[in-house]
């Protein structure tokens, strides 16, 4: 009942079937599938997503059928934005002078297991479960038995710039922004940049435009973590800036070359 209560009363119909939609388009699935799963005709699953017809019943077949959680569906569809949690400052001096504690914590949050982390940066039980007592300890998260844990902070982490973690946050982009430069000819990889010369108006217009994808990349993310399995998702990284930009102070000029190049003709 009071799950029935919470599809009803906590979450907007439409909603809910425009993140089912989006979850059967990410697994590749078609009304004609889910209809095969369900025993009835495609038409009657057409006309189910287009009266909008979302019963509880009705959500927890189809659910069952495409293999997504019920819960995580009204979740998704409850949090416009995935949900970020804000460290205090003092936690974020903590991680900023124990860099190895930071990268652990920081993979947690993306989904990573403490095996994948044990196993992968090689780490004995002692040390692994070193570095989860300190995290422990700064109320990131709960050590249950052994090395099973559970996080104490809901969703991604978010880092303020200008905090004790700036540095570090500003490496991790130079280096990112250096691999895909040096990568830009694969496929799955995209770089763009661009000086131009524009309006204050434009310049603001084109920084809302930019939060907007921002919030939409963001929301998609959210939704194919919530409801793919975890097989099914490859880690990605985005870098998105944008500000007025001061050529001179950029693009220098040494007076000293203005013969050279001629010089060298010459010769």
């Given amino acids: 009942m009071k799950q029935e209560q919470a599809v009803n009363q906590g979450s907007d119909r439409s909603e809910l079937i425009a993140v089912l939609k989006t979850a059967l388009k990410a697994k590749g699935l078609t009304y004609r599938d889910i209809a095969e799963k369900l025993g009835v005709s495609e038409q009657s699953v057409k006309r189910l997503f287009r009266d909008q017809d979302c019963a509880l019943s009705r959500l927890e077949k189809i659910c069952e059928a495409i293999g997504v959680s019920l819960l995580d569906l009204m979740l998704v569809a409850r949090h416009r934005q995935e949900p970020l949690t804000r460290i205090t400052p003092e936690q974020e001096g903590f991680l900023a002078s124990h860099i190895s504690h930071f990268n652990i914590l920081f993979l947690l949050t993306q989904g990573y297991s403490v095996t994948d982390i044990q196993t992968r940066?090689?780490?004995s039980e002692a040390q692994m479960y070193a570095f989860l007592r300190a995290l422990e300890v700064w109320r990131f998260l709960d050590i249950k038995q052994g090395l099973e844990i559970r996080?104490?902070?809901?969703?991604?982490?978010s880092f303020p710039l200008g905090g004790a973690l700036h540095e570090h946050i500003k490496g991790m982009n130079s280096r990112f922004l250096s691999q895909v430069l040096d990568e830009y000819e694969q496929d799955d990889r995209l770089f763009d940049s661009g000086f131009r010369r524009v309006s204050q108006s434009t310049l603001q217009?084109?920084?809302r435009e930019m939060e907007e994808l921002i919030r939409q990349?963001?929301?998609?993310?959210?939704?194919?973590?919530?409801?793919?399995?975890?097989?099914?998702?490859?880690?990605?990284?985005?870098?998105?800036?944008?500000?007025p930009f001061d050529w001179f102070a950029q693009l220098e000029v040494n007076p000293e070359d203005a013969l050279n190049a001629l010089s060298k003709q010459d010769a």
């Fill in 121 to 123: 940066h090689r780490l």
């Fill in 151 to 157: 996080l104490r902070v809901e969703g991604h982490l």
């Fill in 217 to 243: 990349v963001r929301r998609s993310a959210y939704q194919d973590e919530r409801l793919l399995p975890t097989d099914q998702l490859v880690p990605v990284k985005w870098t998105l800036c944008l500000s």
């Fill in 205 to 207: 217009r084109w920084r």
